[in-house]
């Protein structure tokens, strides 16, 4: 007898046929009762699971399944097959361009860009810097003393990268060389870099005096800010995809088209959100019927 797979001369073992038995019966379970997998930027955390996952829950009979972290760290993960979704939302379009093409996997063939948040600079009103912030240029009082500033890291997240941007933009802006080097020190400063799903935490929690957030997290946590100069401040660009081989492409799609709708719309500015007209980029052919009419005639 002749074999053209070697594998079938070394049979499975039981416990390895029970593991994949049970994963194929657990990935079948979730798909039949509707789970919708959303792999979503961390600074979205509390519209995510408070807000867009519940009402979509509501209004479609499916299950939201979050999972936050930094854009890139995010896309990073999907491209090394360590994480699966259906939906996957970034904060910056450069994270989809990385997924795009078959050099990166085609993992996404498409996104829309659906809104933006202004970075801004939370803090903490019992900090005893606090009082300083309302009364003196806030550049000055993070090179204060003793000061705990968080961010997060701009390697793994684009809130860290644009952090680091503005930081440079304001040497200029306010004429004083090394001031990016005196607030945040290296890029990737351990005394500042969080996870980007702990930062709100952290400054509501005490442990931190002043972070680097998008006017979207402080005013959904209720946190205290300081708006930056609109010359300087960058912003967060919010995107939606559906990801190549998504185990629930129909439920990935409702998401999408709730997420974009009227109701997903209302949720997400009653959340802070600067809600825009969604624009397309990539291949429209490939964007589901029901999501395309809610572009209109976007791009």
């Given at each position: 007898m002749r074999f053209s797979d070697k594998s079938a001369l070394f049979p499975l073992s039981a416990a390895a046929l029970l593991a994949a038995a049970l994963s194929l019966?657990?990935?079948?379970?979730?798909?039949?009762a509707g789970k919708v997998n959303v792999l979503y930027a961390g600074s979205l955390v509390n519209?995510?699971?408070?807000g867009v996952g519940p009402a979509f829950d509501k209004?479609?009979?499916?299950?939201?399944?979050g999972f936050a972290g930094g854009s890139s760290g995010l896309a990073n993960q999907i491209k090394g097959k360590l994480r699966q979704g259906d939906?996957?939302?970034s904060a910056s379009p450069k994270v989809n361009a990385g997924l795009m093409g078959s050099a990166n996997g085609n993992w996404v063939g498409w996104y829309i860009t659906f809104a933006q948040s202004p970075l801004?600079?939370?803090?903490?009103?019992?900090?005893?810097?606090?009082a300083d912030l309302k009364?003196?240029?806030?550049?000055?009082?993070?090179?204060?003393?003793g000061i705990r500033i968080g961010r997060t890291d701009p390697k793994l997240d684009p809130k860290g990268a644009l952090t680091v941007t503005l930081m440079k933009q304001a040497e200029t802006f306010y004429k004083s060389p090394g001031l990016s080097e005196k607030i945040i020190g290296a890029p990737d400063n351990v005394a500042q870099v969080l996870p980007e799903e702990t930062l709100v935490g952290r400054l509501q929690s005490g442990q931190l005096d002043v972070g680097f957030f998008y006017s979207t997290e402080t005013a959904d946590a209720k946190i205290p800010s300081l708006?930056?100069?609109a010359a300087i401040t960058p912003k967060a660009v919010y995107t939606i995809t559906i990801l190549h081989n998504a185990p629930n492409a129909d439920g990935a799609d409702k998401f999408v088209a709730f997420l974009l709708g009227a109701d997903g719309q209302a949720v997400m500015k009653q959340h802070g959100l600067g809600v825009q007209k969604p624009t397309l980029t990539g291949d429209r052919n490939a964007v589901p019927q029901d999501v395309q009419a809610l572009l209109g005639q976007s791009r």
């Open positions: 019966t657990s990935a079948s379970a979730a798909h039949a519209l995510m699971e408070h209004a479609s009979g499916d299950t939201f399944q939906v996957f939302v801004v600079i939370g803090y903490n009103a019992s900090s005893k810097f606090a009364s003196k240029p806030w550049y000055q009082v993070l090179q204060e003393p708006a930056l100069p």
